[in-house]
């Protein structure tokens, strides 16, 4: 026997053991027999590298030994559900696998047999955070689901990509995926962490689905409560919904146009971090830690209209943008830009992205966004002293003047040196 089959041996053992003894682990901890610990699952992989050298020269082994396996696999199977009343198959199909990531070592695909035993340890790993997750789903979360698995795989690739009549059908709705899917992650963020670990994951999350939203609720319900204790509670969570949209900006223009973001990155991320720092000192700033409750926060994001109504939103600003840039050139684009922040800063960043290096340059692309984005910011802080108190309307005005200031001239910076 040659050193790289004792190599090979050792590895087949080793990932049996690993697996077994993840097995064995969750069985002490919920106090269960299993009929496979770390001992078993070692030699199950074993056979199935045996298995896998005997191949070599009997053709008909393997299947053979994936039989026996097999049938003393069911047999423990229907031993547990009629000793023991229980019928879960995890540990079970586990073993299978086992003898797999055997015969795969003695056919040399470590890297492959690793990777799979990685995954099987995960997935046998997350049964108690997955029950949890799973209680916490409701009816109305799968079907959101299920309706971004159809936007993006039933009607997305039947759309046309081309113009018609300055409208491009599938780049409209492969928009609406691209923030319905953003979206969904930030609805998931708040069911799942936000209301548990506190004011300023949510004012994260709830970033990802509309800062604008974010901002409005907030402010109108600390006028409600009026409890001045909560000022920088109230403060920090809108503060970081607001610095997550300048993250959310980056990401959509990475996904569309990677030249875009080269452009953007540099802004972007110094805002976001100058953001992040002063939501965490207002967040320090009190003592206290509150769950809001609001419709905004709590509402699915995936419903229908809100897909279509966004389709809607960014078919005629890219038809906009598209037929200004043809007719009057930056210039219009960036009046569009700016009346397009007052209301949204998802669309027109998509938009240009989408037009940059084609009818549009990058750096104009890269301008009209910036635009965009500040212009959105000062819309919000205007929210704040029209629908909020004036004690929390002080306090976002700073932190808007600090971050569009840094914004501004990081942009500036750009535009004038790095850009060209």
């Known amino acids: 026997m040659d050193i790289l089959t004792l190599k090979l041996l050792a590895i087949s053992i080793v990932l049996g053991f690993l697996i077994g003894l993840e097995r064995n682990i969750s069985f002490i901890h919920?106090?269960?027999?299993g009929f496979a610990g770390s001992r078993t699952f070692s030699l199950i992989s074993l056979f199935g590298f045996l298995a896998g050298i005997i191949t070599k020269t009997q053709s008909y082994f393997f299947y053979l030994a994936f039989f026996v396996l097999g049938a003393l696999v069911i047999s423990a199977y229907f031993l547990k559900v009629i000793h023991y009343d229980k019928q879960g198959s995890t540990t079970h199909v586990a073993a299978i696998l086992t003898f797999l990531i055997g015969y795969l070592v003695s056919q040399n695909e470590v890297s492959f047999a690793i990777t799979l035993s990685i995954v099987i340890v995960f997935i046998l790993n997350i049964k108690t955070k997955l029950k949890k997750i799973e209680s916490s789903l409701s009816s109305k979360d799968i079907s959101a689901a299920v309706l971004l698995l159809v936007m993006t795989f039933l009607v997305l690739p039947y759309l046309p990509d081309k113009m018609i009549f300055y409208f491009n059908p599938h780049k409209t709705w492969a928009m609406a995926v691209i923030i319905a899917t953003l979206s969904f992650i930030g609805y998931l963020g708040i069911k799942f962490f936000g209301q548990k670990y506190g004011i300023l994951l949510t004012g994260a999350a709830g970033g990802f689905i509309s800062s604008t939203a974010v901002t409005f609720s907030i402010s109108k319900l600390y006028k409600i409560q009026k409890n001045s204790s909560l000022l920088y509670t109230y403060a920090a969570a809108i503060a970081i919904a607001n610095t997550i949209?300048?993250?959310?900006?980056?990401i959509e223009s990475l996904i569309v146009n990677k030249e875009v973001f080269f452009i953007l990155v540099l802004p972007y991320t110094i805002t976001t971090i100058v953001g992040i720092y002063i939501s965490y000192r207002?967040?320090?700033?009190?003592?206290?830690?509150?769950?809001?409750?609001?419709?905004?926060?709590e509402k699915n994001p995936l419903e229908l209209d809100e897909a279509i109504k966004f389709a809607i939103i960014f078919g005629f600003i890219y038809a906009l943008v598209y037929f200004v840039g043809q007719k009057y050139g930056n210039i219009g684009i960036y009046i569009i830009s700016f009346l397009s922040g007052i209301t949204d800063v998802d669309a027109i960043t998509l938009s240009l992205s989408s037009l940059a290096n084609k009818n549009l340059s990058l750096l104009s692309a890269a301008t009209g966004i910036a635009i965009a984005s500040f212009t959105n910011s000062v819309v919000k802080c205007l929210i704040v002293w029209i629908f909020g108190e004036k004690e929390l309307a002080v306090l976002i005005t700073k932190f808007f003047e600090v971050i569009l200031s840094v914004f501004v001239l990081s942009f500036l910076g750009v535009y004038l040196f790095g850009a060209h």
Do not use: H, P
């Not at 207002?282 to 926060?297: D, G």
């Open 245 to 250: 949209m300048f993250a959310r900006v980056l």
């Open 30 to 33: 919920q106090n269960e027999k």
């Open 282 to 297: 207002f967040y320090k700033k009190t003592s206290q830690n509150i769950e809001i409750k609001s419709e905004v926060l």
